[in-house]
């Protein structure tokens, strides 16, 4: 039966069986997105421990307005762990555009 070798790279033991059951090659074996959001890696202690005050407050954020009677407010924009801080998001965009720049030149 066909498997992935783990990269040298991956050192997280909990996150390689995230990976291994995500990129699992027989489909009937393969856990779903569900099973997948729910996996220690996502719901363990050390999970909840990486989540960032920004994080909390971006959530906090969207429960007032939630309450205050914003209807577009999701399950996802309450928790922590499905909001990525803006900083994240910054740090990869320069990136992106230093890459294409860097393609542009070649």
């Known amino acids: 039966m066909k498997s992935i070798g783990r990269l040298s790279e991956i ?10 059951k995500l990129l699992e090659f027989n489909p009937d074996k393969r856990i779903t997105a569900d099973e ?18 920004e994080q909390q407050d971006l959530a906090s954020q969207a ?8 209807s577009m407010i999701t399950e996802f924009d309450k928790d922590p762990t499905f909001i990525v801080e803006q900083s994240v998001i910054e740090k990869y965009i320069l990136e992106e555009i230093r890459l294409q720049k860097l393609k542009e030149q070649n």
């Open 63 to 70: 429960e007032v307005a939630e309450s205050q009677g914003n």
């Open 11 to 20: 050192k997280d033991d909990i996150l390689w069986d995230l990976l291994s």
């Open 36 to 53: 997948a959001l729910q996996h220690p890696y996502f719901t363990s202690p050390e999970a909840y421990a990486d989540i960032s005050k």
